[in-house]
C-alpha cells in the first residue's frame, strides 16, 4: 500500500509543481501590478498631509490674539476704563434669614 | 612557421585589446555603468523634513509652516513662450525679461521661475493650464501673530546652497534642530515609473525638525507690545524695549524692542533691525545700576541700610566734581534715603566703604563682561575694561551707572537676583525641546553662582521699594502693591563725551516685592517729552505692572 501511494506521488509530483510555479507565477504578477495602487495610495498620504498643513494654518490664523482681538474690536468690545479689585478683607456675605 | 606566429600574434592582440575593452567597461566605468543602470529601474525620492515649530507657553503657534511651492518651467515642453511668459507674469508679478533669455536657451531643461510661491497663487497658475510648467513643494514659515515678538524669533532664508536657515533669534541659534533630516526612499520601478510591490525598497523615514515650546506667554508679549508702542509714541523716544524675566528660573516671559521688524518680510527692512538690542546692543544703566552696588556694600557688611553719610556738596574725586542730580543736597542722609534721592554723591561714598577690588569683583559676579548664554543667536557683551586701566573717577562713576556699558539682558538678569534670593540665573527662551517622535526634552532652570545672601536681597528689596514708594516716580506707582524698584536716567556718551540732553531712561524692577513673580526692564532712547527715567520709563513700567498684576490675579496688599 505505501508503495501504492509512493507511485501516485511519483504520478502526481509534476503536475504539483506546475500548479505551483503557475501559483507564484500569479502571485507575482498580482503584487507587480499592485505597484501603482501603492503609488496611489501614497499620493493620497501626501494629499492628505498637505491638507492638514494647510488646516493648521488656518486654525492658527483663526486662534491668533491678532485676529481675536480685530473681531473683538470689530464687535464692539473695548478695552474697560477702570478695574475694581475686591480683596477678601473686603468682601463681606450678609445673609438674612428672615 | 613564420605565418603561423603571424596568426598567433594577430589573436594575441585581439586577445589583449578585448581584455583591455572589458578592464574599461568593467572596471573604470563600472560605477557609471551601474548607476545608469539603476536609473532605469530604481527611482530614488527624497521625503522632506518639515522645519520644526515654535510655540508659546500655552502651546499656541508663534511659528509653523504652510505649504508653498517651487515654481518652475521646462522650456522644451512650452508651445509658446511668450504666451507662457505674458500668463506666468500677470500672476508672479515677476520682471520678464529675467527669464525670457533663460526660456529661449535650447540647451535648458528646467528653468526657476519663483521660490515659495502660496497655494492661492499656485491654484492660479494651475488654472492657466500652460505646459511646461510645474511645481515642487517648498514649504514656508507662516506667523500667526504677525511681526509678533519678531526679535525673540529672527527668520529664515537661504544658506549658499538654496536650502533653508534660520537667522537671528531662536531661528538662529536652534537652526540644526529645527531644520530636521530628510529621508528618502528607493524601489525599483517598472516601465511606467510605478513602484514594483515586491522589488528591493529601502527607505528612510524622514526625521521632522524639533518643536520649541518656550517661557514666552503670548498675552504678555502682547502686551508688551502694546504699552511700548503707545509709551514711545507717548513719550516721543526713539527706540525703546522692554523685557521681563521669571526671576526663579530666568525664563523669558517677555521681550520686545522698536523698531522692529516682521519675519515674513524680513528683506523689506533695513538689516540693523534684524539684531535684537536686547541682548546685543549696550548703554550704560545709570541709576539702575545703585541697587547693585547697594547690594554688594551690605553683603560685605560696610554699610547697612541705616549707616548715614553727610551730602552737603558735591564730591571731588582728583579734578572731577561728582554731583547729585538736582544739585540738591540733604546733609545726614542713610543708605535707604540715597536709594530713594538717588544720590551719585551717597553712592560714591558707598563705593569707596566697599574698595576698588570688592567694587569689581560684584561688577563680575553679577555678570556684567560676558554674555548671560541667553539660547538666541545674536548676544553679545561689551567687555570689561582691566582693572589696571580703571582710575579713580572710572570706580567712582561706575557706582551711580556711568563709564560702564551693559546689555539690557545683563541688567535684568542681575536685579533678578536681587529678587530671588541672591542667584544669578542663565536666562531662557526656551523651556522645552520636542521631538518629532513626541519624546519632551524639558531645559532645567540652570543656576549660575549666588552672589549675595538672602538676607542682603531682603534687605535691598525693602530699600528699592521704599525708592519707589518715596521717590521721584511714586506719582505714577499703582496703589497698593509693593514693588522693588529704581529709575535711572543716563546720558549718551557722544564722541568722547556726554551729550547734554539726550539720555537713555529706564527703569527696573520686580514685584511683588515679597514674592516676585517677574523682574522687568523698561528703557527709552531720547525720549523728547522729559528726559528724566522717573517721569518716562517708571510710569510705562507701572502701567504694564497693572495689567501685568491683572493678568496674574495678584490683587492690592497680596
Redesign the interface.
Known sequence: MIRAFGKLCLHLLPIFLVLVVLAEFMVTNYLAAKGREVGAVEQKIVDFQDENERLAQQIASASSLLHVSAEARAMGFIEPAQYMTIGPEQFTVALSTR | MFRMWLIFSLFALLFCFISLRLFYWQVIAGDRLKARAASQYSAEFILPASRGKILASDS??LV????AFLAYAEPKKIKNISHFLSSVHTVLGANETDIDGLLADEERSWVLLAHKVE?PVVEKLKALGLSGLGFEKE?KR?Y???S?AAHVLGFVGSDENGRDKGYFGLEGYYDRDLRGKDGVVELE??A?G?????GEAKRIEAEDGRTLVLWVD??IQ?ILENRLSEGIRKYGAQEGSVVIMDPQTGGILGMVSFPSYHPQNFLSYEKTLYKNPIVASSYEPGSTFKALVMSAGIQEKVISPTTTMEEIGPLNVNEYAIRTWNNEYHGTINMTKVLERSSNVGMVFVAQKLGKESLLRYIRDFGFGQPTGIDVEEESSPALRDRKNWTEIDYATASFGQGIAVTPIQMVRAVGALANGGWIMEPHIVKEIIESRGRVLRIKPKKIRQVISPATSRIVTEMMVAAVDNGEAKWAKPS?YRIAGKTGTAQIPVAGHYDEKKTIASFVGFAPADNPKFVMLVTLREPTSSPWGSETAAPLFFTIARDLF?YFGI????
Open positions: 499656541s503657534p509653523i509652516n504652510q505649504p497655494l514649504p507662516y500667526p501673530e504677525a509678533m520601478k517598472d511606467r510605478m513602484p514594483i510591490l515586491i503670548k498675552s502682547n497698593g491683572r490683587t492690592p496688599g497680596q
